[in-house]
């Protein structure tokens, strides 16, 4: 993610959708994640929040700010943990997440440092 989107997420197939830098950081924040493998983060952490819902972790994560929006009065705000996915990451399960973590962040910030500038105004 990174890119600006102009379509409502609500219109894209939340298969088309990912997750920002900004969520991992935040999520890495929110979790103690040391030693745990992805399919332990899967089944300690997310497996138990989509349950309930029977749904898609990013569409979890748009009802939250979609409601926190309309707490604050604000609308129905696009989150900025969640948009058009821009990049498939694959990798194995037993996978240390905090190092699956730490290389997705590594190409963001790469990705960031070598995009061309916004044009002007």
């Known amino acids: 993610m990174g890119h600006k989107h102009t379509t409502p997420l609500s219109e894209i197939p939340v298969h088309h959708l990912g997750v920002s830098a900004a969520f991992l950081r935040h999520f890495a924040s929110q979790h ?21 819902k029977a749904c898609a972790y990013v ?29 498939f990451v694959s ?15 590594e190409f963001a910030e790469e990705a960031e440092s070598n995009a061309p500038p916004p044009p002007p105004p």
Do not use: Y
């Not at 399919?39 to 989509?50: D, F, G, H, N, Y």
């Not at 009802?63 to 990049?87: C, I, L, M, Q």
């Open 59 to 87: 569409e979890l994560l748009l009802a939250r700010a979609r409601a926190r929006a309309e707490k604050h009065g604000s609308g129905a705000a696009e989150p900025a943990f969640v948009g058009p996915a821009t990049v």
């Open 32 to 52: 103690d994640l040391s030693g745990m493998s992805t399919e332990q983060v899967c089944r300690a952490i997310v497996l138990p929040e989509t349950r309930r």
């Open 91 to 105: 990798h194995a399960w037993q996978c240390n997440i905090a190092d699956v973590f730490a290389t997705m962040l």
